[in-house]
């Protein structure tokens, strides 16, 4: 899976949560059940922000908010 971390985000998860960027890609791998939808009219993004919660190897939960790629933007 590739997945795009902006430097910004990366500070955040580090600072603000104590998450890295291996437990984000754990959790995608021990995800189940489908991706939700943020439709708050405050949390509305082009495309749409998906979410779901899931466990870390570690069994650390977390809520994982990203926007699944889409033409016009960059994948790495």
């Given at each position: 899976?590739?997945?795009?971390?902006?430097?910004?985000?990366?500070?955040?998860?580090r600072v603000k949560?104590?998450?890295?960027?291996?437990e984000v890609f754990e959790c995608?791998?021990?995800?189940?059940?489908?991706?939700?939808m943020d439709t708050r009219e405050i949390h509305k993004t082009t495309?749409?922000?998906?979410?779901?919660i899931a466990l870390t190897n570690k069994g650390?939960?977390?809520?994982?908010?990203?926007?699944p790629p889409h033409r016009g933007i960059r994948r790495s």
């Open positions: 899976m590739n997945i795009h971390f902006s430097p910004a985000v990366k500070e955040k998860l949560h104590n998450v890295t960027e291996k995608f791998a021990n995800r189940e059940g489908n991706y939700l495309p749409p922000t998906l979410w779901f650390k939960i977390l809520k994982i908010c990203f926007i």
